[in-house]
Each structure stands twice: as C-alpha cells, then as structure tokens.
C-alpha cells in the first residue's frame, strides 16, 4: 500500500506493506505528523476510506492541518469517507453518531478504553460497508496519550484490542508515539503488538527516520529526510533489499 511519500515506497520496495500495524517513534514535529497525513490523503485519492484517532487535538484542528496536504479533505469529509473518534475530552459526553457525512464518535478521554474500541468497531463496520473491497486507512494520533496514564495492564490490553479489531480485516494502520512521554517498558510492550516501526529522531541538526521491522526493506540505516509544510523528502539509501 503506497505510503503518500514516493520515496519512502521506494524504501519499503513498493508501499508499505498490507494489513501491516505500524508505529511510528519520535518526538513531535519531526515528520510523523506528516507521513500520516500523506497516508491519509492518498488513501483518500484512491477512494480507501480513512479513520482516525484523535487523543489531544481537536479532529477540527486535524482537519486543518491535512487540508494542507490535501485541499479536498473536506470535500471527503463530506462525503463520507473520513471517521472520526474523538477522544481528546475527558469530560466528553461518549457518544457514536452514524450519518452520511461518517461516523462520528466521542469518548471519555484517551483513557475511554471500552469507547474507544467500541467506536473503532462501529468506524471499521462502516468504511468494510462503503469501500467494498478496497483496503481502509487508521491512524491513531497519539496512542500515548492512551498509554501515558493508563494502568499497565488495562493500556495493554487496549493495544491487542485495538490491533485486534483491525487483524482481520482489508486495513494498515499507523500509530504516533512520543517516547518521551512513556517509559521504555510501556513503548517496547505496545511495539510487540506492531508488525513494526518507523523511527524519527534529530541528530546534529539532521531529521533521520529509521525502519524496524517491516519483512524487506533496502535499507534499516537512518536515511536523511526533510520535512516541508506539505511532505518528507527523504535522501538517499543503500538499495540492496536487505530483512
């Protein structure tokens, strides 16, 4: 499945790979951001329904921010293509609307575990039903909001649930993670339920990202990349196709 940055398909030797959980690692404002916005737009061009997860920013401001990778992301709001579950207000009144325009759903905050999923559920049913036969596109933005200050166990198992409703199904989803905020026990248990990982980092002023996992790639160094307002230029990398 194409990512929405042609370089970083090449890297994964075409897309990324189907059905695949992906997690990506890094502090904010790096790129992750922004390959998940590319994910979704292209997944939107092809006509693959999207849905996302949104734990500390409003699916207004998100929405914002995607139009200006793609103009017409509201035209495909609209359309109903792009469903939301919005869990950024502990305070929220929990609630799943179906319309034309998508679902749209509100948990008790990021740590809503049981409306989390049961939203996801209802999302997952609805995009299976629209698309037929083509694939649909998650992205959880950011799962450490839902892990940070949840109990071990309880975060955990919400994870292998989430993963789990999707498993079966015609979808890739990406998960955002800051490490910063989570220690390194609760990041590595959420990665073992992942296929595998991009990583982000800054290292003497440079932005490089890193692939863990994932069956082949041409490369698992870190690959120089560069982030404009709109996508990741990434440069260039050994191309012997290596596991």
């Not at 792009?82 to 929220?92: K, L, R, S, Y």
């Amino acid at each position: 499945m194409t990512s929405g940055v042609p370089r970083l398909d090449d890297l994964f030797g075409g897309g990324l790979p189907k059905q695949s959980h992906i997690m990506l690692i890094g502090p904010p404002f790096l790129g992750k951001e922004l390959l998940l916005e590319n994910f979704l737009a292209e997944g939107l061009r092809r006509g693959e329904p999207a849905i996302l997860l949104t734990t500390l920013r409003s699916p207004t401001e998100i929405a914002q921010e995607i139009s200006v990778v793609m103009p017409q992301f509201k035209e495909y709001e609209q359309l109903g293509q792009v469903h939301w579950i919005d869990a950024t207000n502990p305070a929220g009144t929990p609630s799943v609307q179906e319309t034309k325009a998508g679902v749209r759903a509100v948990a008790k905050g990021p740590l809503d575990y049981t409306g989390i999923l049961a939203a996801l559920a209802v999302a997952v049913k609805r995009a299976e039903t629209d698309a037929g036969t083509k694939p649909m596109r998650v992205a959880a933005l950011t799962l450490s909001a839902c892990l940070a200050h949840g109990e071990e166990r309880a975060a955990d198992g919400f994870v292998r649930n989430f993963v789990g409703i999707l498993k079966p199904r015609k979808a890739v989803a990406l998960y955002a993670i800051d490490p910063a905020t989570l220690d390194e026990a609760r990041v590595e248990s959420a990665l073992a339920r992942m296929d595998g990982a991009i990583r982000f980092r800054e290292e003497h002023s440079k932005t490089q990202l890193q692939v863990q996992g994932l069956g082949d790639v041409a490369s698992r160094d870190w690959v120089e990349y560069r982030a404009t307002n709109r996508t990741l230029a990434l440069g260039s990398f050994a191309l012997e196709r290596i596991r």
